[in-house]
């Protein structure tokens, strides 16, 4: 399940625009910040793959990376920016749904959740809209590397118990879920056993 090789393939403002063949791959979505980038720059252990920012909203376009010349992971612009006008939200919902929808060859989407923060109510939407959709997905939280933070200054773990806790309300059985940190490496080979067990289901 390592990673020998990565490329950076094509960025595509439209689904339509995406790479079409064959080859499995993986969705990395989640809201604005919560370290989307920051995850796959950690998974493939090349810095400047798959930029970051401070600022919110960097990722507005389709990246495609093809691992191993066999597989891709799709960096998603982010949702739920927090100043961001509706026009823009409405525009993340019929952009990303759509290529949810269409696109066969999508295994599985990796549904960041910041386990940092008490769980948020757009990532549980995010949830539910796949769940009806039928669309597989894995919990990937991040940033549990950060001992304190939030409002109520819960630790990752309880917010993770808190999310969990909601989800298990809509799910008679729940989306496997994996711990990371992309400072620390922590989930990093679990993940990537994982995707390869799905890609060989
Ligand atoms: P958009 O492209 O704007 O949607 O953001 P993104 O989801 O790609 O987030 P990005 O990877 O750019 O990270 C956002 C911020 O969170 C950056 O300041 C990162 O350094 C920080 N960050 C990301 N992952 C982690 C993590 O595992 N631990 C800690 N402590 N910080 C992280
Ligand atoms: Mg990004």
Redesign the pocket.
């Known amino acids: 399940s390592q990673i020998k090789q990565v490329e950076f393939v094509k960025s595509s403002a439209k689904p339509k625009d995406c790479p079409k063949d064959d080859r499995p791959e993986f969705a990395i979505v ?13 998974l493939v252990r090349r810095k400047e793959v ?10 507005q376009l389709i990246n495609h990376f093809l691992v191993n010349k066999s597989w891709y992971i799709v ?1 998603l ?2 949702y739920g920016f927090a100043n961001a006008p509706e026009s823009a939200r409405s525009d993340w919902s019929s952009f990303t749904k759509g290529f949810f929808l269409n696109r066969e060859t999508l295994v599985a989407v990796l549904l ?1 959740i910041d386990a ?1 923060i008490p769980p948020q109510q757009i990532d549980l939407d995010c949830a539910n809209w796949l769940g009806r959709n039928n669309i597989s997905m894995t919990f990937v939280f ?5 001992t304190k933070a939030g409002s109520k200054g819960k630790r990752p773990d309880e917010n993770i118990r808190d999310f969990q806790a909601l989800i298990r309300k809509h799910y008679r059985q729940p989306p496997p879920w994996i711990m ?5 490496g922590l989930g990093r080979d679990e993940l990537l056993l994982h995707m390869s067990q799905l890609r060989n289901y």
């Open positions: 989640g809201r604005s910040n919560v370290g989307k980038s920051s995850l796959i720059n950690a798959a930029l970051t920012s401070k600022k919110t909203g960097k990722t960096d612009p982010g960041l940092s991040t940033k549990c590397d950060k990371t940190s992309s400072v620390t």
